[in-house]
Structure formats: structure tokens, C-alpha cells
């Protein structure tokens, strides 16, 4: 008996600097993680091309329905083509033909998206009030909070704001104006904005209502921050151009994500499968489960042939404590080793 329990004492010593080492490399992966620039955005219709040149790449690469964008990616659309990207907070933008821009990166802690369009013509939808975005070209900015508005940049800079709901900020080193609904300034080089100008609406071009969007999913979190190792929910809904679920919906929608690790439950946490996954909504929607043992920030993304997808920002946390269980059987019957970690 004694000689069983000098055993179990050599057994369980390995097993806890395995344990250690672990946690300690999960730590220095964190660190490794946070160089990468974040997933800001993901495309959500093309028709024609659309190149983009990650962060920090010399090659340009022809993008598709779903692709992620990350913060410092460039993009351009070809001749005849028009495409649409939407940001994890609810920001659409529709993107003309012969356009380039980058999405920029900013600091966490400025909680917004910034824009810079270089040439070209892009429509932009802040579908959620209080959100923060810029779109700056090289004759001045503009910033706005819940509205939709388009900007126009020449060939010569010459640029052109027009807002078609809300108020739009615009301005540079040498002035300011506010914009309201049907209100447009253009703005030249080395000049201030002009005053706000008075336009017909319905008299304006509609490229942007070329790029169609029949109905969209959405995603949404209990909470943005989950806690490493625990599971938490996702519900998924298909909805149409009003907003509405549609409950005749009852296709395979595809579930992809940004990180490796990251597990699916689609039966309460019985069992676990992993990414990419397709899922079949029920009456429009879909309840399922997720999990990551591995603290990071990662992206979870839905998409559907004919919808306009649906991305989401998770935080995963390393948990305050946490209580590793080792189930021990010898001749003496089953022990229970309890170990507690805390940060």
C-alpha cells in the first residue's frame, strides 16, 4: 500500500509541471496573438471584383462572400463591379466600381472604424445609433453616429459628401460644416468644405440600390466577453429586408470563425464538434453553444448564399480561478485531486 501511494506522489508531481508549463505557454501565446491586427469587417456581397491586399502583403487576392478583412487591408473594386462588407457593430458599406480604400487601424480604446477612400464611391449605413465611424479622403474627413451618407473622391480629390439620413460632421485644416438629410458640400483641395447645398434626393444616381440585399442574418452573444473554458450562447436568426425573422426559413447556414480552437455544441453541451460548421435553422433561428479554452479575441461569422452575413467580436478571458479535477482509481477504489488556480 505504501509502495502505491509513493507512486501516485511520482504520478501526480510530473502532471502538475505538465500543468504549469501549460498555463505558462497559453500565456505567451496571448502575447503573441495581441501583434496581429484585428478582424474588422466581412464581405458580404460582391458582383464582379473585389482585390484585397492583407496588412503588411505585397500580393493582391480576389475575395469572396464571407472573406474576413482585417484592419489595415486594402480593397478595390474592378470595372463593372460593386461589392459590400459589414463591420461586427453594425456598420454597412457598399462600395462602387473602381474604388480603393484601406479600413484603418485604431485603438482599441477609440471604440470606432475609420474609413480612408483614396478613389472611388462608397455608400455608407451606420445601423446602430451611437457607433463611431470616419471615412477620410485626401481633401478631409467626415464623422457621423447613426446615419447613411455617400462619399465621392475624383480623380483630381475633388470630393463630394451627401447625407441621405441623419448628421454628418465633414472638415479639415481649413473648415467645418454640418450636414442634414439631403444635404450636400463638396469639398476641392487645399480648401475649406463648401456650405451645404440643398439636393433632390430622388434625382441622384442609385448604384447603391444595385447592390441588393433580400435579408440578412444576425447573431447575437450573451455577452461580448466570455470566460475561457465555459460555455456560453449564441442564438442565430435569418431575417428579412424589414427585420423580420423568417419563419419559413429552414436552410444550412455556414458558421466559421477566426479562431482554432474555438468548439460548437448544437445539443446543449452534450457533445462538441468544431469550425467551420453547418448549421440548419429551425423556424428562422437557432440556439447553439461555443466554447474556447484558450483566452483570445476571435471572430465568429454566418453566412447564407443569399443573405447578408453576420459577424461578431468575442473576448475570451482567462478565468479569475480555476479548478482542475483529476479522477484517480487505484485498488483502494476511485480519489478525487482537486487543484485551484488563481491569476
Not at 460582391?46 to 505585397?58: A, D, F, M, Q
Not at 483630381?156 to 450636400?184: H, M, P
Not at 480648401?191 to 435579408?215: C, D, H, M, S, Y
Not at 423556424?283 to 476571435?298: F, N, T
Request: charged share 25%; glycine share 6%.
Amino acid at each position: 500500500m505504501n509502495k502505491w501511494k509513493i507512486g501516485k506522489e511520482f504520478l501526480v508531481l510530473p502532471m502538475l509541471v505538465l500543468i504549469l508549463f501549460v498555463f505558462s505557454f497559453s500565456h505567451i501565446h496571448i502575447c503573441w496573438a495581441e501583434e496581429k491586427t484585428n478582424v474588422a469587417a466581412i464581405v458580404t456581397s460582391i458582383s464582379g471584383t473585389l482585390l484585397v491586399l492583407p496588412y503588411k502583403t505585397e500580393k493582391w487576392v480576389e475575395a469572396r462572400k464571407g472573406t474576413f478583412l482585417y484592419e489595415g487591408d486594402q480593397l478595390k473594386t474592378g470595372p463593372n463591379s460593386k461589392a459590400a462588407i459589414t463591420f461586427a457593430n453594425g456598420i454597412e458599406l457598399k462600395i462602387n466600381e473602381n474604388s480603393t480604400f484601406t479600413i484603418q487601424i485604431t485603438e482599441e480604446k477609440e471604440m470606432k472604424n475609420a474609413i480612408d477612400l483614396f478613389i472611388g464611391e462608397i455608400f455608407s449605413k451606420v445601423m446602430i445609433e451611437g457607433v463611431k465611424f470616419e471615412m477620410r479622403t485626401p481633401v478631409a474627413v467626415a464623422a457621423v453616429r447613426g446615419t447613411e451618407f455617400n462619399t465621392k473622391v475624383k480623380e483630381d480629390k475633388l470630393t463630394t459628401f451627401l447625407v441621405y439620413k441623419g448628421i454628418v460632421e465633414v472638415w479639415n485644416e481649413l473648415g467645418s460644416v454640418t450636414l442634414t438629410q439631403a444635404k450636400r458640400t463638396v469639398v476641392q483641395p487645399n480648401q475649406a468644405p463648401q456650405p451645404p447645398e440643398e439636393v433632390n434626393l430622388e434625382l441622384e444616381p442609385k448604384w447603391q440600390e444595385e447592390v441588393r440585399i433580400e435579408g440578412r442574418l444576425r447573431i447575437e452573444l450573451e455577452s461580448r466577453e466570455q470566460v475561457a473554458s465555459l460555455p456560453f450562447g449564441l442564438s442565430i436568426e435569418a431575417l428579412d429586408s424589414n427585420g423580420n425573422r423568417k419563419v419559413d426559413f429552414a436552410e444550412e447556414i455556414l458558421l466559421t470563425s477566426t479562431s482554432g480552437t474555438i468548439q460548437l455544441s448544437l445539443d446543449g453541451g452534450k457533445s462538441w464538434g468544431i469550425f467551420p460548421a453547418r448549421v440548419a435553422l429551425e423556424g428562422g433561428g437557432r440556439e447553439v453553444m461555443l466554447k474556447d479554452s484558450r483566452p483570445e479575441k476571435l471572430t465568429v461569422s454566418a453566412t447564407y448564399s443569399d443573405l447578408d452575413s453576420a459577424i461578431g467580436d468575442i473576448n475570451i478571458v482567462p478565468a479569475n480561478e480555476k479548478d482542475l479535477i483529476l479522477e484517480i482509481k487505484d485498488k483502494e477504489g476511485n480519489k478525487t485531486l482537486r487543484l485551484k488556480f488563481k491569476r
